[in-house]
């Protein structure tokens, strides 16, 4: 069913959230010095909540690879932390993809979010190296061939861009889990229906792999609708105008914003989901403002690990 179950019966919103949820984090490796400290204060901040993983984002042609291998190396041996590695088919031959992948095996990475990758350009359409993967589903088959990674995958609630269709997109789906992925993680969305649908289509395909719902806090107003624009991602006219006129004015704005994020994982939940996945953009509060309305508070964590380390 994709119809929306609520348990409340006119309780307050989060009444029934018991905490019994799963979180997994999604950072970006840093540029600077500034940004490096920001990041590791973002994860000691959000290290409590016993996240199930994080992962660290890799750039679209490429240009982050030594900054992904640093980050997500340092976060697996600094932290008690499993760290997954996000690894695409751009720019790069399948040789050294392997080699890559090989590298993190090696380095004690045991996850990696196996995906296309998007274009240098936006705009452009992808097109493979002339000696490369042409999509997820051959690296998330060739990946298992190096090693037994653990391997996430991408979904889209309302259909990749590039898709022919949402049974195209669904097919596509249902080849990266045959190919061997572990699990898919949405593309962010702002319709809980939206998930909804697409669970029920999968269960119908026969998919039986775990889809985790992508969540991103509408922190940037701006930075929100270009990153809907570019993904296909339907921002409900009532969320417009909720974030409307947002703009100078930071702190109201991050309320809002967790406000709206908190309501939707909530709906998610009464509807069965106990696993969410959230687009921190290296930031710590909304997450954590979300995570403790659900009722996810800090869970058993060694600090010492962390501070012998200096995080």
């Known amino acids: 069913m994709n119809s929306l179950s609520p348990m409340r019966q006119g309780a307050p919103a989060f009444a ?17 010095d500034k940004m490096d400290a920001a990041l590791w204060e973002t994860v000691q901040n959000l290290a409590p909540l016993g996240p199930r993983f994080v992962s660290v984002t890799y750039g679209a042609d490429g240009s982050t690879r030594e900054r992904t291998h640093a980050t997500v190396t340092r976060i697996a041996h600094e932290t008690p932390i499993p760290a997954a590695a996000h690894l695409t088919c751009v720019g790069a031959s399948k040789r050294e993809v392997l080699e890559i992948a090989q590298s993190y095996w090696a380095a004690g990475i045991r996850h990696i979010v196996a995906l296309r990758g998007d274009p ?24 298992k061939a190096v090693a037994p990674f653990e391997i996430s995958v991408a979904a889209y609630p309302e259909c990749h861009p590039e898709s022919l269709s949402i049974q195209a997109d669904l097919d596509n789906l249902k080849a990266k889990i045959d190919a061997g992925a572990d699990r898919a993680i949405t593309q962010f969305f702002f319709s809980p229906e939206a998930f909804l649908r697409l669970r029920d289509r999968a269960a119908a395909a026969g998919i039986n792999a775990e889809i985790v719902p992508g969540i991103l806090p509408a922190a940037n107003v701006a930075q929100t609708r270009k990153f809907a624009a570019q993904c296909g991602t339907a921002i409900p006219p009532w ?3 909720l974030l409307e006129g947002l703009d100078e004015h930071p702190e109201t704005r991050q309320i809002v914003a967790a406000t709206i994020a908190a309501e939707m994982c909530m709906k998610l ?20 403002a979300i995570c403790h309305l659900l009722g ?6 060694t600090p010492e690990l962390a501070g012998a380390t200096g995080m």
């Open 16 to 32: 029934h959230a018991a905490g019994d949820i799963e979180v997994s984090f999604e950072f970006f490796p840093p540029k600077t």
């Open 120 to 143: 240098p350009q936006a705009g452009q359409r992808f097109t493979p190296h002339p000696q490369g993967f042409a999509n997820a589903t051959a690296l998330t088959a060739a990946l």
């Open 239 to 241: 969320m417009n105008r």
């Open 296 to 301: 996810k508070t800090p869970a058993a964590y």
């Open 269 to 288: 939940y009464e509807s069965g989901v106990r696993h969410f996945h959230f687009y921190t953009l290296n930031r710590a509060a909304l997450c954590h």
